[in-house]
């Protein structure tokens, strides 16, 4: 049985306005039925907490509520079948913490550790460090 998604927003403000629960339902537990196929394929998709929000060009918005709470995002399929598969709408939609980077470690001024010792050397040697520079 489709699942009504009862909540659409105005585009003039984050308010809910009535929905047809006609007009967006879940075709299952693996993804959703957008009943517009242009607004699938054209709109602007932006992850809004756990929400996803579809804008349109001419700025209508349709909000999909807790779409990225489960561990894998379900399909969005347009009533003709055409299918942008989780994967492809979390890319669209942009990353979950934007502007937070993973970083090796805690400080920039700490040094990588050795990968070895040299015991004896005869002659001359070079050495390539990880930042490209030689060192004799």
């Known amino acids: 049985m489709n699942k009504p998604i009862d909540v659409l927003m105005a585009p003039e403000a984050d308010l809910p306005i009535d929905a047809n629960p006609a007009a967006f339902v879940a075709a299952s537990a693996d ?45 969005l399929t347009a009533p003709n079948g055409a299918m942008i598969s989780g994967e492809t709408v979390s890319l669209l939609a942009g990353p979950q913490f934007p502007g937070q980077y993973a970083q090796a470690s805690s400080s920039p001024d700490t040094q ?16 390539q460090g990880g930042d490209g520079v030689l060192h004799e």
């Open 31 to 75: 993804g959703f039925v957008v009943p517009d196929a242009q607004l699938l394929f054209t709109a602007d998709f932006v992850r809004s907490g756990h929400d996803l929000k579809l804008i349109g060009n001419d700025g209508a918005e349709v909000v999909i509520p807790e779409y990225f709470s489960n561990a894998i995002a379900p399909a």
């Open 112 to 127: 990588p550790a050795s990968i070895g010792k040299i015991g004896k050397l005869e002659g001359p040697a070079t050495v």
